[in-house]
């Protein structure tokens, strides 16, 4: 597959979570939403890729870099979810792009990368439905998270660049490696979710169940 292709089923997946996490955060606690979220996405790299074994063999500037990964991973989410409950979610996804744009302006060399920069920057206003609206910790969230997906693409490029273990494998450690980052902060919320899963659904969802 050419990595266009993996780009657009990668976004459509960034903003297909959100989109179904914001109809939880009537009954759960926003960061315990991102926990969830979080603990999904290591539950399934740990079955499918064993991460572990990554952290294990690496050699320590590379752990140094799979924990920073992490960190910046579990942050961003926490941001970014933080953000999403104060702000519309276009709103949100546009300033989460100004770090990659920064970036893509920084490395722009010839012409054609200008055009490109300008078609991304008129895409995402198009797209997103920008919304001057929310309170002002919202935009601080959302500019938190902008700042921790411009880490993130520096620290997955140092990653991709850096040898060793396949890029998914890495991704995986780093994934686990937020979840432990985030569990202080989302746990307790999350744990509600599985002592009562009842409370958390609709009323009319809980009453098909019980038919």
């Known amino acids: 597959m050419p990595p266009q292709a993996y780009f657009v089923t990668s976004a459509i997946f960034h903003y297909l979570g959100p989109a179904f996490a914001v109809l939880l955060f ?34 320590w500037p590379q752990r140094q870099l799979l924990i920073a990964m992490g960190v910046v991973l579990g942050a961003m989410n926490a941001f970014f979810y933080l953000a999403i409950d104060r702000l519309p979610l276009g709103t949100v996804g546009a300033i989460e792009f100004l770090g990659p744009i920064l970036l893509a302006a920084l490395g722009a060399r010839t012409p054609r990368n200008a055009l490109a920069l300008l078609g991304v920057i008129a895409g995402v206003f198009l797209l997103t439905d920008i919304r001057a609206e929310g309170d002002l910790l919202g935009y601080v969230f959302a ?69």
């Open 143 to 211: 500019i938190a998270n902008a700042v921790g997906f411009m880490l993130y693409a520096i620290l997955g490029h140092r990653l991709a660049a850096d040898g060793g273990a396949s890029g998914i494998d890495r991704l995986g450690a780093a994934m686990v490696i937020a979840l432990i980052a985030v569990t202080p902060l989302g746990l307790a919320e999350a744990a509600r979710t599985v002592e009562q899963p009842s409370c958390y659904w609709p009323a009319s969802v809980s009453g098909s169940a019980r038919r």
């Open 26 to 59: 009537a009954r759960v606690d926003v960061l315990g939403v991102a926990w969830l979220r979080i603990a999904a996405a290591a539950a399934m790299f740990l079955a499918w890729r064993r991460p572990w074994r990554v952290f294990a063999t690496a050699t």
